[in-house]
């Protein structure tokens, strides 16, 4: 039983569960799973500024999706209560990241970008600060991200999510295979 | 964008005007169903940038078990919900409205940019916050750089293509 709420979960479990939140979602209040649109609703909530795309009613449209994605941020927690959790990556994988620069496997990312000290480097910080930035951009250009279009477009069988999923594996390729080696090998 | 933003005034809107007040009851459910998804995130380790960079690799099957599993629970459910024409416990009629293709521009380009951040970051905007959540606090700062993009975009949405 303890082993279920500390370790890893095997994909057959975790899969089915994470597509029940489609119409867990639906079934509660006519909601269409999707974490991104929050970023919109936090913007429109906190600088709408003089922009067209922040101007309209955040609380009516997305309060139930920042308050969401507090509950998202308190499941983190309360899985990190299980105690320190390192993940058992392939070996395939595990040597691709040695030959890239990493060493550090100890923590669900490693500590050589992600640490408040690593943001001072320029890995950490294209890591961490550009990464993140192309993460809020792509997501509202494409209006949607792993949620809203790989899992609950794809499964409502939607043209643009399908486009919009190919573009994630080639954006995540080519960030793979060219962009990683220059940043965490290379400066 | 503003197909989700339709989607959510019929959602919250109807009988709106004698009771603004119904959806907020509401609001505990959503925190609930928030922390058990940042729970499965977190044992599902699909926050982990590790788990992206094995995915990107190609060097294990289990993103892809897990994807594929939970768009085909999601995908048979939204089926049943269609034939059942099932209602919302809000007593609202279930509906998931499309996205407008148009042109498609719009999925490739901002569907390849957050690609290059998901490998970047290791994470997408679920897993930004259940990281926050599981100590790797340094991902606030991607959060707010996250926040910064998406209001980059808002700003510049006029010139570019969809």
């Not at chain 1, 649109?37 to 709408?48: D, F, I, K, M, N």
């Not at chain 1, 000290?117 to 192309?134: N, Y």
């Amino acid at each position: 039983m303890t082993a279920w709420l500390s370790g890893e979960w095997p994909w057959y479990v975790a899969g089915p569960l994470i597509g029940l939140f489609v119409p867990a979602l639906l079934i509660v209040g006519n909601k269409v799973f999707g974490i991104s649109a929050s970023l919109s609703h936090l913007c429109a909530a906190v600088a709408p500024g003089k922009v067209e795309y922040f101007r309209y009613d955040w609380r009516r449209a997305g309060l139930w999706n920042l308050v969401f994605l507090a509950g998202v941020l308190l499941g983190g927690f309360l899985a990190s209560q299980g105690g320190p959790h390192s993940i058992h990556i392939s070996d395939a994988t595990h040597a691709s990241l040695v030959k890239l620069g990493i060493h550090d496997f100890s923590g669900l990312a490693p500590r050589e970008l992600f640490t408040w000290h690593a943001l001072l480097t320029v890995r950490g910080f294209v890591s961490v600060v550009v990464g993140g930035f192309l993460v809020g951009f792509g997501t509202a250009y494409a209006a949607g991200c792993t949620s809203g279009h790989a899992i609950s477009g794809l499964a409502n069988v939607q043209v643009p999510s399908l486009i919009a999923v190919i573009g994630f594996f080639a954006g995540g390729l080519a960030a793979t295979y060219f962009i990683l080696p220059l940043v965490i090998g290379g400066v | 964008m503003s197909t989700l933003s339709v989607s959510e005034f019929q959602g919250c809107g109807s009988g709106g005007a004698e009771k603004p007040e119904a959806p907020l009851r509401f609001l505990p459910v959503y925190l609930l169903l928030g922390a058990a998804f940042g729970f499965v995130l977190s044992r599902s380790e699909v926050l982990s940038w590790f788990r992206i960079q094995e995915m990107f690799r190609f060097q294990s099957f289990r993103m892809y078990g897990i994807i594929g599993s939970a768009v085909a629970t999601a995908a048979v459910s939204l089926a049943l919900i269609k034939a059942l024409k099932l209602k919302s416990v809000q007593g609202v009629a279930i509906s998931v409205p499309p996205k407008v293709l148009g042109s498609g521009i719009q999925y490739a380009a901002g569907g390849t940019i957050f690609g290059i951040g998901w490998a970047l970051t290791g994470a997408c905007p679920g897993p930004l916050f259940a990281l926050v959540g599981n100590g790797v606090t340094v991902m606030l700062a991607a959060a707010i750089s996250a926040l910064l993009g998406t209001w980059s975009y808002g700003w510049i949405k006029p010139k570019v293509p969809h």
